[in-house]
T-cell receptor, first 116, second 116 residues
Framework: EPEVTQTPSHQVTQMGQEVILRCVPISNHLYFYWYRQILGQKVEFLVSFYNNEISEKSEIFDDQFSVERPDGSNFTLKIRSTKLEDSAMYFC??????????????FGPGTRLLVL | DQQVKQNSPSLSVQEGRISILNCDYTNSMFDYFLWYKKYPAEGPTFLISISSIKDKNEDGRFTVFLNKSAKHLSLHIVPSQPGDSAVYFCAAMIGYSGAGSYQLTFGKGTKLSVIP
């Protein structure tokens, strides 16, 4: 069964450093998303991406964040200068064309980011 | 602003009995609802969904009921099995109709424990 994959599974970084989280969405999906879950809190939407551009972003997704689909298969989330409060589990998700499936999003296993 | 609420943080059920997980929402624009199951250190796994044009959707042991007038949905698991023990998230989106946001808004989750 096709699945969303994410690398790395864990990332430890120093405050102020740049990190890139990688995702390979399900191959025939066209919509891509990043979510995060801070320990003990809700899963929160960060950004959605379609047709090589951001469709929507939340207020969490500030100028320190960026997304890219560099090669037609990977979908990346970059945090330019990490802060302590960026420590969280980051989930990538993908979905098919929305009208045909309602937009069911399938999630990857997540990357646990720890900023020290 | 809790647009999606799961008021029961935990639920314990005997194996073989029915598990009922509840979810309330406040945003009347939501038109597509999903239930996800999550094990520790894994990503949310899609279980079942329902659009706002329906009031019930069934898939095997899982049934989701939607009461639009009450802004309430529930997930029924019958019969419950020990492997169902996980955190269950309710999520909602505006977008099934083709317009609006595709981001998922999650509840805080309910931890289900199925006792053998």
């Amino acid at each position: 069964e096709p699945e969303v994959t994410q690398t790395p599974s864990h990332q430890v970084t120093q405050m102020g450093q740049e990190v890139i989280l990688r995702c390979v969405p399900i191959s025939n999906h066209l919509y891509f998303y990043w979510y995060r879950q801070i320990l003990g809190q809700k899963v929160e939407f960060l950004v959605s991406f379609y047709n090589n551009e951001i469709s929507e972003k939340s207020e969490i997704f500030d100028d320190q964040f960026s997304v890219e689909r560099p090669d037609g298969s990977n979908f990346t989330l970059k945090i330019r200068s990490t802060k302590l409060e960026d420590s969280a589990m980051y989930f990538c998700a993908s979905s098919e064309v929305l009208r045909t499936s309602g937009g069911t999003q399938y999630f990857g296993p997540g990357t646990r980011l720890l900023v020290l | 602003d809790q647009q999606v609420k799961q008021n029961s943080p935990s639920l314990s059920v005997q194996e073989g009995r029915i598990s009922i997980l509840n979810c309330d929402y406040t945003n009347s624009m939501f038109d597509y609802f999903l239930w996800y199951k999550k094990y520790p250190a894994e990503g949310p796994t899609f279980l079942i969904s329902i659009s706002s044009i329906k009031d019930k959707n069934e898939d095997g042991r899982f049934t989701v009921f939607l009461n639009k007038s009450a802004k309430h949905l529930s997930l029924h698991i019958v019969p419950s099995q020990p492997g169902d023990s996980a955190v269950y998230f309710c999520a909602a989106m505006i977008g099934y109709s083709g317009a609006g946001s595709y981001q998922l808004t999650f509840g805080k989750g309910t931890k289900l424990s199925v006792i053998p």
